[in-house]
């Protein structure tokens, strides 16, 4: 692909991007993400907290044509998707997998990103096998979800309280 290159006032050249592919691995307190700049290799995983990975997120706006980000579905919901695509990213939300295909045991963040961002690559080239990419609720679909796995669970803990007096 190629890069395209564009004048400051000030005289400095910017390489602008075609695209940039990152895959997420998120957690309550760090996006631990590894990035791709067109087809070159990976990036060295990079943490950020969430706000800090949104700043950054900007950043790569300015230099990068197009975007394209993913992320396993998990319990942190879709808020990230919504604002991703609000901030005017192509962000993917994907089916959860176990990464350890050696039964290695070892789990680091570092890893997993590396290979989300492999996937990505693998995906975008036109392997649909690659990644399984899940439907995004709207907010209210959201919502309604929330109470009903609240009610139910709330049900569940009533149910054992019960069987406990017995």
């Given amino acids: 692909m190629k890069n395209n290159t564009t004048d400051m006032s000030d005289n400095e050249d910017i390489t602008k991007i ?17 990035c791709q700049e067109d087809n070159r290799s990976m990036k060295a995983a990079q943490r ?5 990975f949104f700043h950054w997120i900007e950043q790569q706006l300015e230099r990068s044509e197009r975007i394209v980000t993913f992320y396993e579905a998990g319990c942190f919901g879709y808020v990230t998707h919504r ?6 990213v ?25 290979k989300l961002c492999g996937c990505l690559e693998r995906y975008l ?20 979800r929330s109470l009903s796995r609240l009610s139910a669970t709330r049900w569940k803990r009533s149910e054992n309280a019960f069987k406990m007096w017995r």
Avoid: C
């Fill in 125 to 144: 080239a036109g392997n649909s096998r690659a990644l399984t990419v899940v439907r995004v609720p709207t907010v209210e679909q959201e919502r309604e």
């Fill in 83 to 88: 604002r991703l695509a609000q901030m005017g």
């Fill in 18 to 34: 075609d695209l940039l592919k990152a895959g997420i691995d998120m957690h309550a307190d760090k996006y631990v993400i590894v």
């Fill in 90 to 114: 192509n962000n993917l939300v994907v089916r959860p997998r176990d990464w350890d295909e050696y039964g290695q045991k070892v789990k680091t963040d570092a890893r997993d990103a590396r």
């Fill in 48 to 52: 950020f907290s969430p706000e800090r």
